[in-house]
């Protein structure tokens, strides 16, 4: 599975950005998906998972409210929806793919494929 995101950019805080993940190689039917973000000099974090199937869903609490992860298994891509943006938000986003929780998972290791990553920039 080959996994390409986008839709990263500079925005002023307050502001939208939907980030796509498009997949190749694999239906993405089956997996279970999700971002995550690293900014400047930190740890990889998750930010959003989605189960296979798109009726589980899962955040972490400094995303609740203002990002939605969401998915379109017929165009094999997944898309994290972002409002409200805040400079601490500011970093590399991944989506990533994991064969082994078709449900979604918040740990990074159950994760089997990444994606580039995209760069999302909030000035205050």
């Known amino acids: 599975v080959q996994l390409q995101a986008s839709g990263g950019g500079s925005v002023q805080a307050g502001g939208s950005l939907r980030l796509s993940c498009v997949a190749s190689?694999?239906?993405?039917?089956?997996?279970?998906m999700g971002w995550f973000r690293q900014a400047p000099g930190k740890e990889r974090e998750f930010v959003a998972t989605?189960?296979?199937?798109?009726?589980?869903?899962n955040y972490d609490d400094s995303v609740k409210g203002r990002f939605t992860i969401s998915r379109d298994n017929a165009d094999n891509t997944v898309y994290l929806h972002m409002n409200r943006l805040k400079p601490e938000d500011t970093a590399v986003y991944y989506c990533?793919?994991?064969?082994?929780?078709?449900?979604?998972?918040?740990?990074?290791?159950?994760?089997?494929?990444w994606g580039q990553g995209t760069l999302v920039t909030v000035s205050s």
């Open positions: 990533a793919a994991s064969e082994r929780s078709p449900y979604g998972t918040t740990h990074r290791p159950n994760y089997d494929y």
């Open positions: 190689g694999h239906p993405l039917s089956s997996y279970g």
């Open positions: 989605i189960a296979w199937s798109g009726t589980m869903k």
